[in-house]
């Protein structure tokens, strides 16, 4: 188990680093007594290189969590060699199915020194451009056959459950669909509405329509070839065919 100094040290360094990195990020601490959560983030450490191998033989005992408000993270950790300074690691998404994972390159981690300003400098310049790069290509396999939409261009894709779902491209459109029933799943940032009650859900597709077209924003609806929409639901729009994607392995 670690002393207090120890743990003061890495919970600080972790605080310093959070204000000097790009965008918005908050720290915090986990200590050995969290051993669940400890567990369940050596997990997710997306790391097939100098993390793996340091936490191969040294199991997590504390760690300190670096988030970004768009649900991005980062974990700090000891080093256990002879050098000052820590080991930093991304922090693979949740709720993303492994599929998702397949065929996308680890954002590997990397040392820092006991600086944690140059440090946040190393981070941004080198392992942040590989996390965001690699969050990008997961996200995008998780899509599945759902057609990226654009600011002007809302795409709904018919789920094989019945529901819909859509990855709109900015915010207004998000707030739109919320208001009318659709649920956004936070890692992937996928808009879902339940097809459980068919007539609400053709009820919220006739009403979004004009909501969008009020802010200058289009929907198309997509029909997979498996699938016919309910005849209550409009499709104004011509269907978009869903562009070819290979399926990824997760290789954490």
Do not use: C
């Not at 000097?20 to 601490?29: K, M, N, Q, R, V």
């Not at 980062?74 to 820590?86: A, M, N, Q």
């Not at 004009?210 to 929409?229: E, F, K, M, V, W």
Request: hydrophobic letters at 40%; glycine letters at 6%.
């Amino acid at each position: 188990m670690h002393d207090h100094d120890t743990s003061e040290r890495l919970a600080s360094y972790a605080d310093v680093l959070a204000g000097e990195l790009p965008d918005s990020w908050t720290s915090s601490h986990l200590s050995a007594d969290a051993k669940d959560d400890l567990a369940e983030l050596a997990d997710r450490i997306w790391d097939l290189d100098l993390v793996a191998a340091s936490l191969a033989e040294h199991p997590l005992q504390q760690a300190a969590v670096l988030s970004r408000q768009d649900g991005a993270q980062l974990v700090l950790v000891d080093r256990h060699d002879e050098r000052d300074g820590f080991l930093i690691a991304a922090v693979a998404p949740r709720a993303l199915p492994d599929e998702a994972y397949r065929a996308v390159p680890e954002p590997n981690g990397i040392a820092l020194a006991d600086d944690p300003f140059l440090s946040a400098e190393q981070i941004a310049g080198d392992l942040l451009a590989r996390y965001d790069s690699a969050l990008a290509q997961v996200r995008h396999n998780a899509l599945g056959g759902i057609q990226p939409s654009q600011p002007d261009r809302i795409v709904l894709t018919w789920q094989p459950d019945g529901s819909i779902a859509t990855a709109p491209a900015e915010d207004r459109s998000g707030a739109v669909l919320t208001a009318h029933g659709f649920v956004q799943d936070p890692q992937s940032g996928i808009y879902r509405l339940s097809g459980d009650d068919t007539q609400a859900q053709a009820r919220a597709l006739r009403e979004i329509g004009p909501r969008l077209d009020a802010l200058g924003i289009g929907t198309a609806l997509q029909h997979p070839a498996s699938r016919t929409a309910p005849t209550a639901a409009p499709a104004s729009v011509p269907p978009v065919p869903a562009g070819p994607r290979t399926t990824a392995t997760r290789s954490r």
